[in-house]
C-alpha cells in the first residue's frame, strides 16, 4: 500500500472549515508537511509540524499530530475560493544531511460559493 | 530574489527521442530534488544532487534515466528513448544545506510537462 494516505477530494462552502486528514507510516519522520498546489504550478509548503509537537496552529491554518495513530490533518478555518486547490501531506526520511518527503496522492479542495 | 527556474516548461517528445530536462536552483542553495507527477498521482522522488555529487538516486529507474548538477550552469534531467509511459509532470526542488533542528524546506519548480507521443 501508499506510504502516505489521504482522501481524494473535499467540497466545502466558502466560510465553512475544510479539514483534511492523512495517515503515514514511518515512525521517525522528524517533520511532516502539508503541501499545496495550484493548477499548473509547482508545490508551495503551506506549514509544517516537528514530530514531538501535537498541534501547530499558523493564522487560519491549525495542524494536528496523533502519533500512536500516525495521524495528520490540517484544519483551514473560514474557507475561501482562493484555497482551492490540491493538498499534498508529506512525511519524511533523512538522506545525506537533507530530508526527503514521500508525498501523498494529494486532496483537491473545492470552494463553492 | 528569483525562484527555482525549470526550462522548458511544455516539451513534446516522439517515442525513442531524447528529452533533457533543466533546473536552475534558487541562489544560494546547493541542493537540487527531481519528483515525477503522473496523472492523478502524488509526486515521487527521483533523485537529490548536491554540486557534482549523486546524493540519493534510489527513486530513479535503472535504466534511461540520469541527472547530474554540474559545477556551473543547471541540473539536468536526462531521459533517454523515451517512451508513452514517460509522460509526465517534472517538478525540480532547491533547499540550502540543513542546518541543526532546521526543517529544511525544498522550494519547487513550476515544473516541466513531459508528452511522448
Known amino acids: 500500500g501508499e506510504d502516505v494516505e489521504q482522501s481524494l477530494f473535499l467540497s466545502v462552502r466558502e466560510g465553512d472549515s475544510s479539514v483534511i486528514n492523512c495517515t503515514y507510516t514511518?515512525?521517525?519522520?522528524?517533520?511532516l508537511y502539508w503541501y499545496k498546489q495550484e493548477p499548473g504550478a509547482g508545490l508551495q509548503l503551506l506549514t509544517y509540524?516537528?514530530?514531538?509537537?501535537d498541534m501547530k496552529q499558523d493564522q487560519r491554518l491549525t495542524v494536528l499530530l496523533n502519533k500512536k495513530d500516525k495521524h495528520l490533518s490540517l484544519r483551514i478555518a473560514d474557507t475561501q475560493t482562493g484555497d482551492s486547490a490540491i493538498y499534498f501531506c508529506?512525511?519524511?526520511?533523512?538522506?545525506?544531511?537533507?530530508?526527503?518527503?514521500?508525498f501523498g496522492r494529494g486532496t483537491s479542495l473545492i470552494v463553492h460559493p | 530574489n528569483a525562484g527555482v527556474m525549470q526550462n522548458p516548461r511544455h516539451l513534446v517528445r516522439r517515442r525513442g527521442q531524447e528529452a533533457r530536462l533543466r533546473c536552475s536552483p534558487m541562489?544560494?542553495?546547493?541542493?537540487v530534488y527531481w519528483y515525477r507527477q503522473l496523472p492523478e498521482e502524488g509526486l515521487k522522488f527521483m533523485v537529490y544532487?548536491?554540486?557534482?555529487?549523486?546524493?540519493?538516486e534510489s527513486g530513479m529507474p535503472k535504466e534511461r534515466f540520469s541527472a547530474e548538477f554540474p559545477k556551473e550552469g543547471p541540473s539536468i534531467l536526462r531521459i533517454q528513448q523515451v517512451v508513452r509511459g514517460d509522460s509526465a509532470a517534472y517538478f525540480c526542488?532547491?533547499?540550502?544545506?540543513?542546518?541543526?533542528?532546521?526543517?529544511?524546506?525544498?522550494?519547487f519548480g513550476p515544473g516541466t510537462r513531459l508528452t511522448v507521443l
Open positions: 526542488a532547491s533547499s540550502r544545506p540543513r542546518l541543526a533542528g532546521d526543517y529544511n524546506e525544498q522550494f
Open positions: 514511518d515512525s521517525s519522520s522528524t517533520y
Open positions: 509540524i516537528f514530530s514531538n509537537m
Open positions: 508529506a512525511e519524511n526520511r533523512a538522506s545525506g544531511g537533507s530530508y526527503i518527503p514521500t
Open positions: 541562489k544560494g542553495h546547493s541542493h
Open positions: 544532487l548536491q554540486k557534482e555529487n549523486i546524493i540519493d
